[in-house]
């Protein structure tokens, strides 16, 4: 899924009992636990040593590092070994819970400083927890980590819908390039092994070596995948799991993406109309079809003539998808446009670009082990079908098709094998897991986390009615946040409802307020897992 994350940019414990009388009950510190291997072809992690972090932001929450080591190949746990990127921030408590285990989604997100996560979370709930941020299997710091062209992404890049058979031919030699650099990089070792499963039995060597019987998770975007997949693999080891905006296990990969593909021009549309109830502080149109019209004539026009000589219709694309994914960047996006539009000056908006797609040594990381990993969770389709989907669907939604289609396209010609997607299940799982999503969320669309709901009968829904951002929890909604702090207090979810339906209706987060235009900086208010993904340089 483009950039589910962002894509864009934070567990186990030794416990007496778990039943529903004794969820409150005292934890066992984990210095004092001793845990078999269980569960990842009895491989043993040796211990974490911590230290000093590298990172700036984490030494300043008081945060420490480390790495563990795990290996290549859970087929061959005597083998090649790589190591994982961990942080942790220890709990103040006097009551401990156990260790929360954090991941941002992607697949590819940078998650090692979201350790920082719990300080988001209202009240005290947060300091019971040993909260861990790690880095995935080739990601950011782990070690070794992918970068296969950090110069894909570029600055006025070729049209991403394929009008002429040249930029169809383009367009795949750049996908096919992609992926052969992918197989020569240092780091290709990893590209038969990046698969969910396996970054979920690193999560089980990460219970281990923190010496817990079982984990607590708090996953975004992608990270409920991973999730919903430790759960079914592990489903004794699960505490208290919060999914947030549920990936849909029924469409991945390439179904998920094609229907990104139909809910971001819904959204792109909301946003249009919402830039028209606000025509005086940007004077862009007075309804959201002007706008939109404008909109895609100016796509085109710069097709022909990219502004700056640099900013061309794909970076338009690109800058206007994150108004698709959240609220947070509405009045910044809309000034930066505004002023391309009234006074012809791109500079604000080149800025928001190269946030989203930044250019140099080792910065398609993410996108790099993004691939890697949606090119083998599951088979994808040749070609030819891939073409005629993303024809047929931008006919009638034409904002994200193409784009996201291009994305992906490398998977076309991934060197390494794609596996079987895990049937994933909550049936065997004992514990209440609490689901959050907003009605539009258009990255992983709202009826995931029914069919999520559906498969876990432990679970509750919060969803934010009518909302349109992606991952939002902890953003200072209190309707959501505050069920958030109850349950990883004391376990407590909102009673089950019957039906295909949410179990708790919260307000939605809040579109910023509209100003006149004067430049366009970064945001400045946004959920956690944003500001953190725009520190780390990960969407």
């Not at 819904?266 to 939109?292: E, M, Q, V």
């Not at 794609?418 to 959050?436: D, F, Q, R, Y």
């Amino acid at each position: 899924m483009k950039r589910l994350a962002a894509g864009f940019a934070v567990a186990g414990l030794v416990v007496t009992s778990l039943a529903a009388g004794a969820a409150n009950g005292a934890v066992t510190h984990p210095a004092s636990a001793t845990v078999r291997a269980e569960a990842t072809d009895s491989y043993t992690p040796p211990p974490i040593t911590w230290g000093r972090c590298k990172d700036q932001t984490l030494r300043q929450h008081g945060a420490q590092c480390g790495f563990l080591t795990v290996p290549l190949d859970y087929a061959n746990p005597t083998g090649t070994t790589i190591k994982l990127a961990v942080s942790r921030i220890q709990h103040t408590a006097k009551r401990y819970q156990g260790v929360m285990l954090v991941n941002p989604g992607g697949p590819g997100g940078s998650g090692l400083v979201l350790s920082i996560l719990g300080g988001f979370v209202p009240g005290t709930s947060h300091t019971t927890y040993d909260w861990i941020g790690f880095d995935p299997r080739g990601v950011g710091a782990s070690e070794p980590s992918l970068s296969c062209n950090g110069r894909y992404f570029h600055l006025d890049r070729p049209s991403y819908v394929p009008s002429t058979p040249q930029l169809r031919n383009v367009w795949l030699r750049r996908s096919r390039s992609y992926a052969d650099a992918c197989a020569k990089a240092t780091g290709s070792e990893l590209l038969g092994h990046v698969k969910t499963v396996d970054t979920a039995r690193d999560m089980d060597s990460l219970r281990i070596a923190l010496g817990q019987q079982k984990i607590n998770y708090y996953g975004f975007s992608y990270g409920t995948y991973l999730g919903q997949v430790y759960a079914t693999m592990f489903p004794n080891r699960v505490r208290r799991f919060v999914l947030d905006s549920n990936v849909d296990p029924r469409t991945v990969w390439y179904q998920g993406n094609l229907d990104q593909d139909v809910a971001f021009d819904r959204n792109i549309g909301i946003y249009f109309g919402w830039l028209a109830r606000h025509h005086k502080a940007y004077h862009l149109g007075r309804s959201g079809t002007a706008i939109k019209r404008r909109w895609y004539a100016e796509r085109r026009l710069l097709a022909q003539h990219p502004a700056g000589g640099v900013f061309g219709p794909d970076e338009l694309t690109d800058v206007f998808t994150d108004a698709g994914y959240y609220v947070y960047d509405w009045d910044v996006i809309a000034r930066a446009y505004a002023n391309l539009m009234h006074h012809g000056r791109v500079a604000g908006l080149v800025r928001l670009d190269r946030a989203v797609n930044p250019v140099g040594p080792g910065t398609d990381n993410g996108y790099a082990m993004y691939l890697a990993t949606e090119c083998t969770d599951a088979p994808w389709p040749v070609w030819k079908k891939q073409a005629a989907d993303n024809w047929r669907i931008h006919r009638q939604h034409p904002f994200l098709t193409w784009a996201n289609g291009w994305y992906n396209a490398p998977c076309s010609f991934w060197h390494a094998k794609a596996g079987t997607p895990v049937h994933v299940t909550g049936a065997n799982v004992k514990s209440p897991i609490l689901l959050i999503d907003e009605s539009n969320d258009a990255a992983t669309p709202y009826e995931g986390s029914l069919e999520v709901r559906s498969l876990f009968p432990t679970s509750s829904l919060i969803e934010g009615v009518g909302g349109t951002t992606h991952a939002g929890s902890l953003s200072g909604v209190a309707c959501v946040d505050n069920s958030v702090a109850r349950y990883l207090a004391n376990g407590t979810v909102p009673a089950r409802k019957p039906g295909r339906v949410s179990d708790k209706k919260c307000p939605p987060v809040p579109p910023p307020a509209a100003t006149k235009p004067r430049g366009a900086r970064l945001l400045q208010h946004a959920s956690p897992l944003s500001r953190v993904q725009r520190l780390s340089g990960v969407r």
